[in-house]
Protein backbone atom coordinates (compact mmCIF):
# COMPACT_ATOMS: atom_id res chain seq x y z
CA UNK A 1 0.00 0.00 0.00
CA UNK A 2 1.05 3.54 -0.08
CA UNK A 3 2.87 4.69 2.44
CA UNK A 4 4.60 8.42 3.13
CA UNK A 5 6.72 8.05 5.74
CA UNK A 6 8.29 11.56 7.22
CA UNK A 7 11.38 12.64 9.61
CA UNK A 8 12.38 15.74 11.03
CA UNK A 9 10.68 18.14 12.83
CA UNK A 10 11.22 18.84 16.43
CA UNK A 11 11.90 22.20 18.42
CA UNK A 12 13.94 25.25 17.03
CA UNK A 13 14.16 28.72 17.60
CA UNK A 14 13.17 31.61 15.94
CA UNK A 15 15.67 33.00 12.47
CA UNK A 16 16.84 28.89 12.70
CA UNK A 17 17.03 26.31 10.55
CA UNK A 18 15.13 22.75 9.90
CA UNK A 19 15.20 20.27 7.08
CA UNK A 20 12.14 17.73 6.95
CA UNK A 21 12.24 14.90 4.50
CA UNK A 22 9.57 12.42 3.24
CA UNK A 23 9.77 9.19 1.36
CA UNK A 24 7.02 7.12 -0.68
CA UNK A 25 6.79 3.82 -1.57
CA UNK A 26 3.92 1.54 -2.95
CA UNK A 27 3.61 2.94 -6.16
CA UNK A 28 4.73 3.39 -9.69
CA UNK A 29 3.62 6.66 -10.69
CA UNK A 30 5.63 8.33 -12.59
CA UNK A 31 4.21 11.72 -13.19
CA UNK A 32 3.09 12.61 -9.41
CA UNK A 33 3.64 15.58 -7.39
CA UNK A 34 5.09 15.63 -3.74
CA UNK A 35 5.59 17.81 -1.11
CA UNK A 36 4.01 19.73 2.00
CA UNK A 37 0.93 20.92 3.88
CA UNK A 38 1.08 22.17 7.66
CA UNK A 39 -2.23 22.81 10.12
CA UNK A 40 -1.45 25.08 13.01
CA UNK A 41 -4.37 25.01 16.29
CA UNK A 42 -7.53 26.10 15.07
CA UNK A 43 -6.42 27.23 11.33
CA UNK A 44 -7.18 24.77 8.41
CA UNK A 45 -4.84 22.96 6.96
CA UNK A 46 -2.52 24.66 4.58
CA UNK A 47 -0.14 23.87 0.93
CA UNK A 48 3.09 24.87 2.12
CA UNK A 49 5.51 23.15 -0.82
CA UNK A 50 5.11 20.85 -3.35
CA UNK A 51 7.26 19.42 -6.55
CA UNK A 52 6.71 17.54 -9.93
CA UNK A 53 8.86 14.43 -9.50
CA UNK A 54 9.00 14.02 -13.15
CA UNK A 55 9.68 17.72 -14.43
CA UNK A 56 11.01 19.16 -10.95
CA UNK A 57 8.76 22.18 -11.21
CA UNK A 58 7.88 23.52 -7.59
CA UNK A 59 4.91 25.55 -5.68
CA UNK A 60 5.86 27.36 -2.56
CA UNK A 61 2.70 28.76 -0.57
CA UNK A 62 3.40 32.44 0.12
CA UNK A 63 3.78 32.33 3.65
CA UNK A 64 6.98 30.68 3.64
CA UNK A 65 8.49 31.73 -0.29
CA UNK A 66 11.63 32.87 0.05
CA UNK A 67 12.58 30.65 2.96
CA UNK A 68 11.66 27.38 1.57
CA UNK A 69 13.30 24.93 -0.84
CA UNK A 70 11.99 21.66 -1.92
CA UNK A 71 14.40 19.20 -3.78
CA UNK A 72 13.67 15.85 -5.02
CA UNK A 73 15.43 12.44 -5.44
CA UNK A 74 13.59 10.44 -8.11
CA UNK A 75 15.22 7.02 -7.27
CA UNK A 76 14.24 7.32 -3.75
CA UNK A 77 10.61 8.63 -4.24
CA UNK A 78 11.84 11.19 -1.49
CA UNK A 79 11.58 14.75 -1.39
CA UNK A 80 13.80 17.17 1.74
CA UNK A 81 12.70 20.28 2.46
CA UNK A 82 14.79 23.15 4.07
CA UNK A 83 13.61 25.59 5.88
CA UNK A 84 15.39 28.82 6.79
CA UNK A 85 14.45 32.26 9.08
CA UNK A 86 12.03 30.68 10.91
CA UNK A 87 9.25 32.42 12.87
CA UNK A 88 6.72 31.93 15.53
CA UNK A 89 3.94 31.14 12.95
CA UNK A 90 5.59 27.94 11.55
CA UNK A 91 5.07 26.16 14.50
CA UNK A 92 2.60 23.45 13.12
CA UNK A 93 2.17 19.62 12.68
CA UNK A 94 3.73 19.11 8.84
CA UNK A 95 2.46 16.86 6.84
CA UNK A 96 3.92 14.65 3.53
CA UNK A 97 1.56 14.50 1.26
CA UNK A 98 1.34 13.34 -2.35
CA UNK A 99 -1.33 14.05 -5.68
CA UNK A 100 -1.03 11.05 -7.88
CA UNK A 101 -2.91 12.20 -10.69
CA UNK A 102 -2.14 15.73 -11.02
CA UNK A 103 1.15 18.11 -10.27
CA UNK A 104 1.72 21.44 -8.28
CA UNK A 105 -1.33 23.59 -9.73
CA UNK A 106 -3.65 21.11 -8.07
CA UNK A 107 -1.98 21.19 -4.52
CA UNK A 108 -5.01 21.85 -2.18
CA UNK A 109 -5.87 19.51 0.85
CA UNK A 110 -9.38 17.98 -1.20
CA UNK A 111 -6.98 16.65 -3.93
CA UNK A 112 -4.22 14.72 -2.35
CA UNK A 113 -4.31 10.89 -2.75
CA UNK A 114 -2.33 10.04 0.46
CA UNK A 115 -0.75 11.88 3.60
CA UNK A 116 1.88 11.28 6.27
CA UNK A 117 1.01 10.73 9.90
CA UNK A 118 2.07 14.33 10.41
CA UNK A 119 5.52 15.67 12.30
CA UNK A 120 5.38 18.57 14.75
CA UNK A 121 7.57 21.55 14.28
CA UNK A 122 7.82 23.94 16.89
CA UNK A 123 9.53 27.44 17.02
CA UNK A 124 9.73 28.76 20.16
CA UNK A 125 12.57 30.45 22.18
Known amino acids: QVQLVESGGGLVQPGGSLRLSCAAS????????LGWFRQAPGKEREGVSCIQMNDGFTYYGDSVKGRVTLSRDNAKKMVTMEMNSLKFDDTAVYYC??????????????????WGQGTQVTVSS
Open 97 to 114: ATNLFGGCEDWEASKISY
Open 26 to 33: GFRMLGYA
